[in-house]
């Protein structure tokens, strides 16, 4: 494989002090930049376009709301027939796993969003969810889990998300992992992606509330971690929950920010790539609310 400049991609045994300290970021070629996320945008502009937040919205926004599920089965913005229009299109971006286009054709994004929304669920972008945070734009959904399921030909076995959100990507990694696990550290979100959740009965999908860049390390190892924040680098604490093969992607970087493909070849070794341009909200340690 080549990285989206057409040079080859570097790949060689790091420890993880090196994969951790690994400071070599490219700038990002406008030509290989196929949809970037646009998630801190999208939040910002959300947030400054609102009211003030007075004692009763804040209660409001505290509330998950119900499930948007029936709400709006009559709009034909949220067909089946565009959501799979929505899929030919990341199709079309690059993105080549026939199980992770089936999962994104599977998972009805409109059931995730406020019915304001709802109308631009199939549009590739990012959407604001509350908290200054987002749901990811569908081709960078996809990009990433194939990233993570390269070389897998059926299922993964067990998965960690780090970013529940509102539970999207949770719902479409469900259906193409045996387990996934979520954690979300905004507790809003966290009962807001349980109560999206709850009516499609997914067997295989755990949520918990809790720090995520201390992942899960009682549910591990993990043949796959994806991350849907950005930080400075991976932290170190899922390295050690990797599985042996196991693959780890992660947007990475400050104001340029691009995707780090870390695999774990032994019990003590590591290589790392980087990959395309992206644009993620940030990072941040603790739980909140």
């Not at 080859?8 to 002090?17: A, H, I, Q, S, Y």
């Not at 990012?126 to 734009?137: A, E, K």
């Not at 993570?148 to 509102?166: F, N, P, Q, S």
Request: a positive charge; one cysteine or more.
């Amino acid at each position: 494989m080549s990285e989206g400049n057409g040079q080859p991609k570097k790949r060689f045994p790091l420890t993880l002090d090196l994969v951790t300290g690994l400071a070599g970021r490219r700038k990002a070629d406008a030509a290989a930049l196929n949809s970037r996320q646009t998630a801190t945008q999208n939040a910002a502009r959300h947030a400054s376009s609102g009211r003030p937040l007075t004692a009763a919205s804040r209660v409001h926004e505290m509330k998950p709301p119900p499930p948007a599920i029936d709400r709006m089965a009559n709009m034909p913005l949220v067909s089946e027939a565009v959501r799979k229009a929505m899929v030919q299109r990341v199709a079309q971006q690059g993105v080549r796993d026939p199980l992770v286009l089936a999962a994104l054709e599977q998972v009805p994004r409109h059931y995730f969003l406020e019915p304001g929304l709802a109308p631009q669920a199939y549009v590739d972008a990012s959407l604001p969810i509350g908290y200054h945070q987002t749901i990811s734009q569908p081709y960078i959904v996809a990009r990433m889990i194939e990233v993570m399921r390269e070389g897998v030909a059926g299922k993964l076995g067990r998965v960690l998300e780090i970013g529940t959100g509102c539970g999207y990507q949770a719902a479409v990694l469900a259906e193409v992992a045996d387990e996934v696990y979520s954690i979300e550290r905004i507790r809003p979100l966290h009962e807001r992606a349980r109560a999206n959740l709850r009516p499609l009965r997914i067997p295989n999908l755990r949520l918990h509330y809790g720090d995520g860049m201390l992942g899960l390390p009682q549910c591990g190892p993990f043949d796959g971690i994806i991350l849907a924040a950005a930080g400075l680098d991976v932290p170190q604490a899922l390295f050690d929950q990797m599985a042996i093969g196991g693959r780890l992607v992660a947007p990475v970087g400050a104001g340029e920010q691009r995707l780090k493909l870390i695999v774990r070849t032994r019990r003590n070794e590591w290589i790392a790539d980087m990959l395309e341009p992206c644009h993620f909200v940030p990072l941040r340690p603790g739980t909140f609310g």
